[in-house]
């Protein structure tokens, strides 16, 4: 089945630098590729996605990369806040026969000091 | 729009028992999927469910199940209690099976 790595699982950066988190994924049939921000006590919210047939996607000081060939894709936040402080997940989509299911990474705790 | 709302937010329980957890989806989304969360093991899939029909399931025991109905609000039901099913079980809703998932809060099960 599809596997997603993330890295790395913790990430420590000053305010006002910028953050990347990488994923890997093992299914080429892979189309969709989400990323998730997760604070304390609450579900997982959507801060961006990507489709398979885009490289690039950006959204104010986020923005996602994708290579499918090297079947990787990444999350870059610059400018980075304190509030960007959270869990980061991705995923993978998985969309066969028997139905549709996100396959997501481990996780990245993200801290923005001040 | 109101989100995703998830039912009860918290709840604790022991070996043996069963629950049952409710979820609402946006509306007029028709896709539900569901997740288990825990420290260990991350997210990992449970079921998806379109149409009242489930045409997915995660790898895990028969002890969960669920099912969703025609207003497509869905519930997720584990028999048996065990301590290892202590988890953060989120509800997801979509359009369609294939588009954006939103997530609700979680219900926070703690088996004793």
């Known amino acids: 089945g599809e596997n997603v790595e993330q890295h790395p699982s913790t990430l420590s950066v000053q305010e006002g630098d910028s953050a990347v988190i990488k994923c890997t994924y093992s299914d080429s049939a892979s189309n969709y590729f989400p990323w998730y921000k997760q604070e304390l006590g609450k579900g997982p919210q959507l801060i961006i996605d990507i489709r398979s047939n885009v490289g690039e996607k950006k959204d104010q000081r986020i923005a996602v990369t994708l290579n499918k060939t090297a079947k990787h894709f990444s999350l870059h936040i610059t400018e980075t806040q304190p509030e960007d402080s959270a869990v980061y997940f991705c995923a993978a989509s998985i969309d066969s026969n028997s139905g549709y299911a996100l396959n997501f990474g481990k996780g990245t705790s993200l801290l923005v000091t001040p | ?112």
């Open chain 2, 1 to 112: 729009k109101a989100g995703v709302t998830q039912t009860p937010r918290y709840l604790i329980k022991t070996r043996g028992q069963q629950v049952t957890l409710s979820c609402s989806p946006i509306s007029g989304h028709r896709s539900v999927s569901w997740y288990q969360q825990t420290p260990g093991q991350g997210l990992q899939f449970l079921f998806e469910y379109f149409s009242e029909t489930q045409r997915n399931k995660g790898n895990f025991p028969g002890r969960f199940s669920g099912r969703q109905f025609s207003n497509s609000r869905s519930e997720m039901n584990v028999s048996t209690l065990e301590l290892g099913d202590s988890a953060l079980y989120l509800c997801a809703s979509s359009l369609f099976p294939e588009e954006t998932q939103y997530f609700g809060p979680g219900t926070r099960l703690l088996v004793l």
